[in-house]
T-cell receptor, first 110, second 115 residues
Framework: DQQVKQNSPSLSVQEGRISILNCDYT??????FLWYKKYPAEGPTFLIS?????DKNEDGRFTVFLNKSAKHLSLHIVPSQPGDSAVYFC?????????FGKGTRLHILP | KAGVTQTPRYLIKTRGQQVTLSCSPI?????VSWYQQTPGQGLQFLFE???????NKGNFPGRFSGRQFSNSRSEMNVSTLELGDSALYLC??????????????FGQGTRLTVV
């Protein structure tokens, strides 16, 4: 049973445009939601998080939106840059157990 | 401060052998989690250790085991290796204390190839 789902395995976005990565979850008891970015041959690196009591968190070009009623969160990257090409993992945290989605590969096109 | 260190970075083993992977967390972090990453399955949770005790466990067979030492360093062991165990094994450390933002910091991983 997959508790955190990223239904798009890949996404291509033109440089300068907005990238929107989506994530759905099934467990309403999650406390925190996190996004990680992963380059090949490296471990994932933390990008941005949001508490379950908030609906939006911004950090520079990255904004995460949380819709608790729909059990859905999204990561917006504006504007998209070539260095943003990577695999993005959505994750949910409860009691220090972090559950990851399968990831979405983002390609930023020149 | 130093990040999460995993050793070795690369490993080649034959079927039936066993392997031990090591992870040194960030200083002060008491929680260490292990993940298996394969192209088809993404990141799958193996288990989490906190203060030398296994606190959470994923859905992996008993061939996969781990332990944590008093200095928070952790080891993961896989016995009777199978071809399907070939993967990138990632270790993540976090403070592990309830109520805090427990984002995890990952090591670079150990690439295990079983032949």
């Amino acid at each position: 049973d997959q508790q955190v789902k990223q239904n798009s395995p890949s996404l291509s976005v033109q440089e300068g445009r907005i990238s929107i990565l989506n994530c759905d979850y099934t467990n309403s008891m999650f406390d925190y939601f996190l996004w990680y970015k992963k380059y090949p041959a490296e471990g994932p690196t933390f990008l941005i998080s949001i508490s379950s009591i908030k609906d939006k968190n911004e950090d520079g070009r990255f904004t995460v939106f949380l819709n608790k009623s729909a059990k859905h969160l999204s990561l917006h990257i504006v504007p998209s840059q070539p260095g943003d090409s990577a695999v993005y993992f959505c994750a949910a945290n409860r009691d220090d157990k972090i559950i990851f989605g399968k990831g979405t590969r983002l390609h930023i096109l020149p | 401060k130093a990040g999460v260190t995993q050793t070795p970075r690369y490993l080649i083993k034959t079927r039936g052998q066993q392997v031990t992977l090591s992870c040194s967390p960030i200083s002060g972090h008491r929680s260490v989690s292990w993940y298996q990453q394969t192209p088809g399955q993404g990141l799958q949770f193996l288990f989490e250790y906190f203060s030398e005790t296994q606190r959470n466990k994923g859905n992996f067979p008993g061939r996969f085991s781990g332990r944590q030492f008093s200095n928070s360093r952790s080891e993961m062991n896989v016995s009777t290796l199978e071809l399907g165990d070939s993967a990138l094994y990632l270790c993540a450390s976090s403070l592990g204390t309830d109520g805090l933002n427990t984002e995890a910091f990952f090591g670079q991983g150990t690439r295990l190839t079983v032949v």
